[in-house]
């Protein structure tokens, strides 16, 4: 009897229905192609044993002048930095409050259930549910220790004044106390973890309408999204919805928080608010969407002596200035005029001193004291169609700092005229594409007095998400509202055949959460985006970019980072950092025992002279590689024997059902028989009996230390009659 070759066209395709589809492959999960012929995807393994607090929405990779790999890693509640196993809270502090605001602020109780359980009461501490804060400092009291009370806490709010935290210790007496010498550190509010819209509890602000009554404008919580870039061995990242840049000095002990860009010395006119920062190919930090840039003067109080020390100039003023170390001045009428000009104040002595750094010695005390304006660059109103970017000096470099736009400097801002809002830009051929909800346009560096130039590519284009894109080879892959795009030189659809299996089953509420990647060393672009009625993400779309094929699958990946610095790629799911393309387990963190990979995939139906007789399968032999599989349990050291599961189903009619039931619970008559085997490595041949008008094959694997690869089957199959 003949055999035949099951040859299938690679990639998937669900745009057309399983018998149309017939040839090629109609469905799979955690399966790619590699030369054309499926096989299973490769392993991951947990790279962290610290877990991260919150949804990871970003993870950015770089290298130290040392060579060291560092990660940040964002997530809706805190910022880490990652080395080697270890993950190192650097979320900034908002605010701090220290004696007498925090004079015995604990207070202990001994309810049954609740004995670890502080009330802590800070005037003002402006903290909401589920952000945190550090205490340190204080004593113990009611029976809870010093030591388990100077921690890191998540608080629980219950008014302006109040909120209690979960302790590790047992209250033996309801006591007051906790002494004077507590510092109380709070972390910038966290963000949330999905995107919130409706009238009800959940949605909105606390209080935005009257007690009792009903909302008539849905509020919209947007989900916490971080954008990270590098400067030198720094780490420079930003909020969204119109949120704060900040600023993280490496320390090879990582014992740094980040601060405000704004704080830095020298830092002048940092925009107050942004949606994504990051450094254009120039060199220039970019601000997309971004607070104006302002400037006032208020005049200051009256001087009565300038001195000088060095290059150290020492202000002292009849009554109290007012200012604070980072504030600028603009002093003039001074004698000599090397006091004069716009400064920074260094150090504030008192509250009738202030001294800033003049760039030579002088003469001292100043002839004349002139007189002095405090410069406001805050209060510039939020534009989210406003590109704004910070210096780059000839000489040394970036500034990225330096935001106030003046002849002498390259900082500056222009406006995007093509939609109503910028969602997101990346940057690719020594350009930064801009998207905005209707356009895209490209950002090139001119070199000239305007710096930069603005370039319409598209107005009729769009982007899903902030994250919804990727850079391979000098091309931009993005996912569009309803549609895949490419950027080659000009902007262009990508055909595809998943278009109603992701856009018809996609939670468009969601989208800010889609996180864009690449796999280069399998060709691969890829997506991970929410079902429709799932609120995080649990799915992925592939596109491999060198076949021109597409293919998809269920894994739960919120962040992702292609191999480079890293020897593998790293992702973020569920609290830990993941290897991937290393071995082939779902490697378990904090060393427990790998669990199976739940891989497969089936092709669409195929059948003989176009359905007109039934076919007989009588025998499949397999063509199946193991050979990266493993031979043993990577904890237990067990054998393990890698092998898969071949599945051959036959149907009359090509509308019988996958189950035996409909959507009502009435059994269906048409179901589809299905004759199944398992395969490893010294199995020669498989005899079925399968009698159908269409048949499809599957091959699938749920087994520890399985990676499998197939390759050209046999089947046994001949035209046996034309009735059923």
């Known amino acids: 009897m003949a055999l035949s070759k099951l040859k299938f066209r690679p990639g998937i395709n669900r745009d057309k229905t399983d018998l149309a589809q017939m040839g090629g492959w109609y469905d799979g999960n ?11 995807f490769g392993g991951w393994q947990a790279e962290t044993f610290d877990r991260y607090v919150g949804e990871a929405v970003k993870l950015y990779v770089y290298s130290t002048n040392t ?28 605010a701090t409050f220290t004696s007498t605001a925090t004079d015995n602020c604990f207070t202990t109780n001994t309810t049954a259930g609740t004995e670890g359980q502080v009330l802590v009461t800070i005037v003002g501490h402006g903290a909401t549910t589920g952000d945190f804060v550090t205490f340190s400092g204080a004593v113990a009291v009611g029976g809870i220790t010093a030591v388990q009370l100077n921690q890191n806490f998540e608080i629980t709010r219950l008014t302006s004044d109040t909120f ?41 602000t606390w209080g935005r309408g009257g007690w009792g009554s009903g909302a008539t404008v849905p509020a919209i919580v947007d ?38 860009l704004s704080s830095l010395p020298g830092a002048i006119a940092v925009p107050e608010a942004t949606e994504k920062t990051l450094f254009a190919p120039s060199g220039h930090l970019l601000c997309l969407g ?5 400037q006032a003067s208020t005049a200051g109080a009256t001087i009565t002596s300038i001195t000088s020390t060095g290059t150290v100039a020492t202000v002292t003023t009849a009554t109290n200035h007012g200012l604070a170390v980072g504030d600028y001045v603009y002093l003039f009428n001074q004698t000599p005029t090397a006091y004069s000009g716009t400064y920074q104040i260094t150090a504030v002595p008192t509250t009738t001193t202030f001294t800033y750094s003049i760039v030579t010695t002088t003469t001292s005390p100043a002839g004349a004291a002139g007189s002095y304006q405090k410069i406001i660059y805050s209060g510039g109103v939020f534009d989210s169609m406003l590109i704004r970017w910070a210096d780059v000096n000839t000489d040394i470099g970036p500034l990225p700092e330096v935001w106030n736009p003046l002849l002498a400097n390259s900082a500056g801002f222009l406006f995007v005229k093509e939609g109503s809002r910028i969602v997101t830009a990346a940057n690719v051929r020594q350009e930064t594409l801009i998207w905005t909800d209707t356009s895209l346009s490209t950002l090139q560096f001119l070199g000239t007095a305007e710096v930069f130039g603005l370039q319409l590519l598209s107005s009729d284009t769009n982007i899903m998400g902030p994250n919804a894109y990727a850079n391979v080879n000098n091309n931009m892959y993005w996912m569009g509202t309803d549609n895949f795009f490419i950027y080659d030189g000009r902007v262009n659809v990508l055909k595809c055949p998943l278009l109603r299996y992701v856009f018809g089953d996609i939670n468009r509420e969601q989208a800010q ?19 429709g009625e799932s609120t995080s993400i649990d799915r992925y779309v592939v596109y491999n970019y060198r076949d021109d094929i597409w293919y998809y699958g269920q894994l739960n990946r919120t962040t992702w980072v292609d191999a480079g610095i890293n020897s593998f790629p790293l992702a973020t799911s569920g609290g830990y950092i993941y290897s991937h393309e290393n071995g082939p387990n779902d490697g378990q963190p904090l060393g427990a025992a790998p669990l199976a990979i ?10 003989i002279a176009d359905g007109e007789f039934y076919m007989l399968t009588k025998r499949v032999i397999p063509d199946v590689d193991f050979t990266t599989s493993q031979i043993a349990d990577p904890v237990t050291g067990a054998p393990l024997v890698p092998q898969v599961d071949m599945s051959v189903a036959v149907t009359k009619f090509p509308g019988a ?8 619970g009435a059994t269906l008559t048409r179901d589809i028989v299905t004759s199944s085997s398992t395969i490893n490595q010294y199995t020669n041949q498989v005899f079925i009996r399968a009698r159908g008008r269409q048949m499809s094959f599957k091959i699938s694997s749920n087994t520890v230390g399985t990676q499998w690869q197939l390759g050209d089957s046999r089947v046994d199959a001949k035209p046996d009659g034309l009735r059923g």
Do not use: C
């Open 657 to 664: 059902a996958a189950s035996v039931t409909d959507v009502a």
């Open 223 to 260: 989900v916490r999204l971080i954008f990270m870039d590098n400067f030198n061995n720094d780490l420079i990242f930003n909020l969204n919805n119109g949120g704060q840049i900040f600023f993280w000095e490496y320390d090879a002990a990582f014992s740094n928080r980040a601060v405000l």
């Open 30 to 40: 955690l399966v790619r192609f590699r030369e054309g012929y499926p096989e299973k």
């Open 598 to 607: 739940n891989s497969f995939i089936e092709s669409a139906f195929m059948d």
């Open 67 to 94: 060579g060291a790999e560092i990660a940040g890693l964002a997530t809706t509640k805190k910022i880490y930095v990652r080395a080697g196993t270890n993950l190192f809270d650097i979320t900034p502090i908002r």
């Open 513 to 531: 959460l889609i996180y864009g990647g690449t796999n280069k060393e399998f060709n691969e672009v890829i997506w991970f985006y929410p079902s």
């Open 290 to 294: 971004a607070s104006a840039y302002n």
């Open 164 to 204: 209690t935290i979960q302790t590790a210790g047992t209250a033996t007496s309801v006591a007051t106390g906790g002494g004077t010498g507590i510092t109380a550190a709070f972390e910038i509010n966290i963000g949330a973890d999905s995107s919130i819209a409706g009238y009800g509890w959940g949605a909105g």
